[in-house]
């Protein structure tokens, strides 16, 4: 057997869900507030459902949780911290860039 016949099959990863305000703040352990900020900050949007309540994607989800890592980790403030997520997110595009050459 080869090493990748012995490796676990996972399925893919929905990318299409979201989550409301009450879900993210208990999965990160975190205030209405703090998220409220990282929105103020302009380092994720969110959507409003029909009850008009913010709801958030996949994409959003990963952002909160890198910010918030960068932030409890390192002590960066959350501007700070949207930075360096930005700053991140491009050094992943161009590596994909070049590894298409």
């Not at 012995?6 to 993210?24: R, W």
């Amino acid at each position: 057997m080869t090493r990748n016949q012995n490796k676990t099959q996972f399925p893919e990863c929905e990318e299409h869900f979201y989550l409301s305000l009450q879900e993210i703040t208990y999965s990160f352990g975190v205030s209405q507030a703090t998220i409220l900020e990282i929105i103020d900050e302009g380092i994720i949007s969110a959507t409003k459902d029909e009850q008009d309540e913010l709801q958030f994607d996949h994409e959003a989800f990963r952002r909160i949780r890198t910010v918030l890592k960068l932030n409890r980790d390192l002590g960066v403030n959350l501007a700070g911290a949207g930075l360096a997520l930005e700053l991140l997110t491009e050094i992943e595009r161009l590596r994909h860039l070049l590894e298409r050459k």
